[in-house]
């Protein structure tokens, strides 16, 4: 179904600022648009993006319709120690996909 | 001074009549927000807390072609320590079907202030990002966007 492409460096210093790049594929469905027979498309967006390092949240994002289709997020954090980074994304209609990127902090 | 109604004035006044009409059966699915609807959207988000302008920079190309998608950064000088960072930062449009776009939310470990996204723009219009500090100050930037090929008033 979704897929999500995301840009994490493999290794960095600790203390360093990394920037992270994230896109997921959905529709953004925003609930304005009508089909060819009038009918209002429903609303079919995703509305949260949550980024947690080793648990602890670091970035978050409430998204509306005003966000294209394929959400593409760029945040940046600390590179304080290796572990896990979880990439969580909520949204209509049960939307709810999450992704993980390794990172190794020297 | 009274004089009789000219050909030309009764044909404004009839023209402005007639666009009253037409603008209100437009406005019977207001398909927009408005300037104020904008101020009230950013009035429900940080309350009646005071914004300053400045000290937000917003990344929005003046020129867009296509509304569908439209590469948008927002960023703030912040040290971004416990003390002293940058919560959030909402953006607003004038004129989308909805005024809110987004709410980044950082914390002292965002690094970095700042994030960037891509938007749909339903017209041309005014881009406001406002920054909420963690000493309650609020910080705000405005863009204006040209926008050839508006996004989501299209059928499919």
């Known amino acids: ?106 | 001074m009274s004089r009789r109604t000219s050909r030309r004035e009764f044909l404004l006044a009839a023209g402005a009549a007639g666009g009253l009409g037409l603008a209100s059966v437009i406005a019977v699915e207001p398909a927009r927000a408005t300037p104020v609807a904008m101020e009230d959207a950013i009035r429900k988000v940080i309350g009646s807390a005071r914004v300053t302008p400045g000290r937000v920079k917003l990344d929005v190309p003046p020129l867009v072609e296509n509304g569908n998608t439209v590469p948008l950064a927002v960023s703030v000088e912040s040290p971004m320590t416990e003390a002293d960072h940058v919560r959030a930062i909402h953006v607003f449009t004038e004129k989308n079907p909805q005024p809110d776009v987004v709410s980044f939310r950082f914390g002292s470990r965002a690094g970095r202030a700042g994030a960037a996204t891509r938007v749909r723009l339903a017209d041309t219009q005014t881009v406001v990002a406002i920054a909420e500090l963690s000493d309650g100050s609020f910080w705000s930037a405005r863009a204006d966007v040209v926008v050839t090929l508006a996004a989501c008033l299209e059928g499919v």
């Open chain 1, 1 to 106: 179904m979704a897929s999500a492409l995301i840009n994490v460096p493999a290794r960095a210093r600790r203390g360093d600022v990394i920037e992270i790049k994230t896109l997921i594929s959905h529709v953004m469905e925003t609930g304005y648009r009508r089909s060819q027979l009038g009918a209002r498309l429903p609303r079919d967006i995703i509305t949260l993006f949550v980024c947690t390092y080793n648990g602890t949240e670091v970035f978050r994002a409430e998204l509306h319709p005003a966000i294209a289709a394929n959400p593409f997020i760029v945040f940046s954090t600390v590179a304080t120690e290796s572990g896990t980074l979880a990439f969580h994304w909520t949204g209509d209609n049960g939307f709810s996909v999450t992704e993980s990127a390794r990172i190794t902090v020297e």
